[in-house]
């Protein structure tokens, strides 16, 4: 019991938990205290991202050497083919099943939260598109030019940055927890809009179970090995996801998790989960699929034609690997597409983003757990690569250094 009352899933509980309550509570005066507290924080976290990424693909590119192509091309097409995969499943529901509810289309008022007077911004040192392009071409180079100097240098970077994310990030990441819900209660989103959305949010998450299932029993099926054994470690990645409503706040976090499972190739694991936080939004896919149908019957009185949304779905998958993995952002990437594709007007792109900001943690929680099976199936396809022995010896492994630094 002690054990799981100092661990990071607990913590979290407690963070959500006490924020919906203290939000319920409070008067105009003390949020205006907590709002520049989780901007701060945020805006901190997002800093780290590119760090994140250039710490971990970087040094992964290099110990992966002469498979790095079949990797990236290996994992970036699962990638799309999950997201398309989900986005037609939502379809094939969205069919089935909207025309049978009774979903209102209220959308209720809560309280505005005060404009933050502290404009303290740590922009981070670069977009996270262009962390990942970076990171990518460095640990190419690296690998062409055969740099000793370079893949000793980023090795240490790789060990400099993993004691920040320890120390620090995942340190924060409760506090940081706390002010979301925190504001999210104050604002009344949590229980007045919940008549509103309860029905399609249910159906939405039964929809990433299903697709999660599935996900996991292939990637159980090529590797050969229980998925269960990746689930298992998932829970506090998942819960981070649900408070931050953002794949990139929550790699950290993702990377924790990923390292205690023995199943994974750490080389590829630790390529892969970066590189999947931002490219694989199979969750938010989903969800924004079967919101644009809904949102379609409520405002137009009509689904969009079958024809319609496969030319949808199969586009979205695109937009999905270029969305930035920020709250929102596979539905604003892909505004273009609900307004040319599908014909929303001004009205139906607004509803839209309301209803999609609403549930977007569980999309995120979606995503990030999806990513264990997406580097899961990329271990045992690798494992069939001539030239691979099973999970080869990583002397670098994460596992090892985050309990060093534990200790």
């Known amino acids: 019991m002690k054990k799981f009352t100092h661990s990071l899933v607990f913590k979290l509980l407690v963070a959500i938990i006490a924020g919906i309550l203290f939000g319920g509570v409070i008067n105009k005066t003390i949020i205006g205290v907590v709002i520049p507290i989780r901007d701060i924080l ?3 976290i997002s800093y780290m991202v590119p760090l994140i990424i250039l710490g971990f693909i970087t040094p992964a590119i290099v110990s992966l050497k002469e498979n790095i192509g079949k990797v990236l091309s290996i994992t970036l097409m699962i990638c799309y083919l999950s997201s398309l995969g989900a986005a037609l499943f939502s379809v094939a529901a969205g069919n089935a099943i909207i025309p049978h509810l009774n979903i209102a289309s209220h959308i209720g008022e809560g309280n505005a939260l005060p404009e933050n007077p502290l404009k303290i911004s740590i922009d981070p040192i670069m977009p996270t ?3 990942l392009v970076t990171a990518m071409l460095v640990g190419i180079a690296t690998v062409a030019t055969k740099s000793e100097t370079w893949e000793k240098f980023l090795k240490e970077f790789n060990n400099i940055v993993l004691f920040i994310v320890e120390k620090v990030v995942i340190a924060i990441l409760p506090i940081y927890i706390f002010t979301s819900f925190t504001a999210l209660s104050y604002e009344g989103v949590i229980l007045s ?3 509103v959305f309860i029905k399609i949010l249910l159906i939405v998450i039964i929809g990433h179970y299903i697709w999660l299932l599935l996900l996991y029993s292939i990637g159980g099926a090529i590797s050969k090995t229980n998925p269960v054994e990746v689930v298992k470690h998932y829970l506090p990645a998942y819960l981070t996801a649900l408070g931050t409503m953002s794949s990139a706040a929550t790699l950290p976090v993702s990377l924790r998790c990923a390292a205690k499972v023995k199943t994974l190739d750490p080389k590829i694991r630790d390529f892969a989960i970066p590189l999947c936080s931002n490219t694989h939004l199979c969750g938010s896919v989903l969800t924004e699929t079967f919101f644009v149908m809904t949102v379609s019957q409520i405002l137009y009185g009509h689904l969009p034609s079958i024809q319609t949304m496969i030319l949808f779905a199969m586009l979205l998958g695109i937009f999905a690997i270029a ?5 929102g952002g596979t539905v604003v990437a892909s505004l273009g597409l609900i307004i040319s594709v599908i ?8 509803l839209m983003l309301s209803i999609f900001a609403l549930q977007d943690s569980f999309g995120t929680a979606c995503n990030i757990t999806g990513d264990g099976a997406i580097a899961l199936m990329v271990t045992g396809i690798m494992k069939k690569v001539p030239g691979r022995n099973g999970n080869p010896e990583h002397k670098e492994d994460l596992e090892d250094k985050l309990e060093d630094i534990t200790e």
């Open 42 to 44: 945020s805006s901190f």
């Open 129 to 131: 598109m262009t962390a």
């Open 193 to 195: 809009e919940l008549p």
């Open 323 to 327: 969305a930035p993995g920020v709250p």
């Open 343 to 350: 014909g929303f007007d001004e009205s139906g792109t607004a």
